[in-house]
């Protein structure tokens, strides 16, 4: 039997959440959905899945109410035999019992002895290290974010393997990976989707993965040789309150991602100028010792140096403290030790653990140096709206044709008095992290901090995002990156302004 297709309308409290028209997911192919965050991937695939709650919205499927849907056995046959792995790990996770005791209840119970999953996710044959993981109870620290996800994914795998041992082929399946790789890096992505294509040989089952991560892609045509006809990728997309399901063409990113490498042959190097930035290597926070230095292994450390026409990358495991650095050179965070020179204009600061912070708040922040945040959501006042947003942007540097210039660079056709009057908290989570950007950017410090500045984007927004910050170097800022999208920012970033980042407890 195959997928359906799909006419889902969510609402809450009268205001229309979702519409889509059309929504289909092949059947016993491995479906990669893209897309902004925010639209409602998320929402539609747990619709489908009968997951959501007619007391919290109103749905429809296909016209019928969502009751008559959830009763219906096709409905209830791919709970029985599918996988739902939600995107945050900690609220699949209960913290009142073992990782162990609930990698082995229910149906999955004595299958994880045998399975050897847990050895392939964490490439560990220490039987001793592997038990006292199993024995953690869940906090929100402990495992790590990344841990914790790998831990529903040996879940995931094992209702996979006892379906295809059991499960007639005639019962229709559905996986939901949502957002399978956002706390992995790039190396346990790649198992993670090794380990996935290895069972779909196996026998084939129905796979949809939301992922913001489009650099999935040439990981997919290296892991999944074998299997690329059953591979299909797709991108929803969000014009005028509806939603249009489309076919992503996988060469369109890889296409892109060799222009970029082949523009960055030909940029102009920094030269002789001297740095804008300089950061001394070893600065202490929260009783580490964050080291800088141009290996992954950190064999030996150096400064962090941002130059003038400049795109700096600096690059770190997962928790080891990206955003902590980045926020202590911005003098949010106060160091116990810290050395930083700034060359601006031709005056010389230096900011050490003692400057005051009524220093940086009057001559630094938002004047030298600005910082996109990582969460759109944190940084933003989400009862305000945007035009308020705007509005509270220093009045100098943020003259009316320079904000309608970048706001059309960055919002394309969403600029309207509609969505300047809309409050924050309803925009998607696209369009906050483009409004997250836009106040860093449009205030045209020579230093700008951009972490994760690429989160929850389509395709299209991540190629503005960039050629906007192409014209910012090209006028003679410096620019930070700090992100997990390495083939993205390796395509455009010079070897040698790389930088890595290694933490150390200090005794």
């Not at 929402?43 to 997951?51: E, F, N, S, V």
Request: proline share 4%; glycine share 6%; with cysteine.
């Amino acid at each position: 039997m195959n997928m359906p297709t799909f006419n889902i309308t969510i609402a809450k409290h009268g205001r229309n959440l979702v519409h889509v028209d059309d929504f289909r997911i092949d059947e016993n192919k491995i479906t990669f959905l893209f897309g902004e965050s925010g639209i409602g991937k998320s929402l539609l695939a747990k619709a489908i899945y009968g997951l959501l709650s007619p007391d919290e919205f109103t749905i429809t499927i296909n016209g019928e109410p969502y009751n008559r849907y959830r009763e219906k056995e096709e409905t209830r046959e791919i709970q029985q035999s599918s996988f739902f792995m939600f995107q945050e790990p900690s609220s699949h996770l209960n913290p009142l019992l073992t990782i162990g005791s609930q990698l082995n209840e229910g149906s999955l119970t004595g299958r994880l002895q045998d399975s050897g999953i847990l050895q392939r996710l964490w490439e560990m044959t220490d039987a001793v290290d592997m038990k006292k993981m199993l024995g953690i109870y869940p906090k929100p620290y402990r495992p790590s974010g990344g841990e914790k996800q790998r831990f529903l994914l040996a879940m995931a795998f094992l209702k996979i393997e006892m379906m295809q041992e059991s499960i007639p082929e005639h019962i229709k399946t559905f996986f939901v990976f949502d957002e399978p790789s956002g706390s992995l890096d790039n190396h346990f992505r790649d198992v993670f989707l090794s380990v996935l294509f290895e069972k779909f040989q196996k026998r084939k089952f129905t796979v949809l993965l939301i992922t913001h991560d489009y650099s999935i892609i040439s990981a997919v045509k290296t892991a999944g040789l074998n299997i690329l006809n059953d591979i299909s990728y797709k991108e929803l997309s969000l014009k005028h309150n509806d939603l249009t399901l489309n076919n992503f063409k996988s060469e369109h990113y890889m296409s892109w991602v060799k222009i970029q490498q082949e523009s960055k042959k030909t940029s102009v190097p920094a030269g002789a100028r001297p740095p804008l930035l300089h950061v001394e290597s070893g600065l202490e926070v929260f009783g580490r010792r964050l080291v800088i230095s141009r290996d992954r292994k950190g064999g030996s450390s150096c400064p962090l140096e941002i130059h003038p026409y400049s795109m700096v990358y600096l690059k770190a495991a997962s928790g080891v403290g990206k955003t902590t650095f980045a926020k202590t050179v911005m003098g949010l965070i106060r160091a116990n030790h810290l050395k930083i020179d700034l060359n601006l204009h031709g005056t010389d600061i230096t900011l050490t653990e003692d400057t005051p912070r009524r220093f940086w708040q009057s001559s630094v922040w938002g004047k030298q140096m600005a910082i996109t945040f990582q969460h759109a959501d944190e940084a933003l006042n989400q009862n305000s709206t945007v035009r308020g947003t705007l509005s509270g942007l220093p009045a100098k540097k943020s003259r009316a044709e320079n904000i309608d210039r970048m706001m059309n660079g960055l919002f394309e056709d969403s600029i309207d008095e509609i969505f300047l009057k809309k409050k924050v908290k309803y925009l998607s989570g696209g369009q906050k992290q483009r409004l997250n950007l836009f106040r860093s950017l449009v205030l045209d410090t020579d230093i700008i901090i951009l972490d994760e500045p690429l989160n929850g984007l389509d395709f299209e927004s991540i190629k503005r995002v960039l050629s906007m910050l192409k014209e910012k170097q090209k006028s003679g800022k410096g620019i930070l990156l700090i992100s997990h999208n390495e083939e993205i920012f390796d395509a455009i970033v010079p070897q040698e302004n790389v930088y890595y980042l290694q933490a150390s407890h200090i005794i």
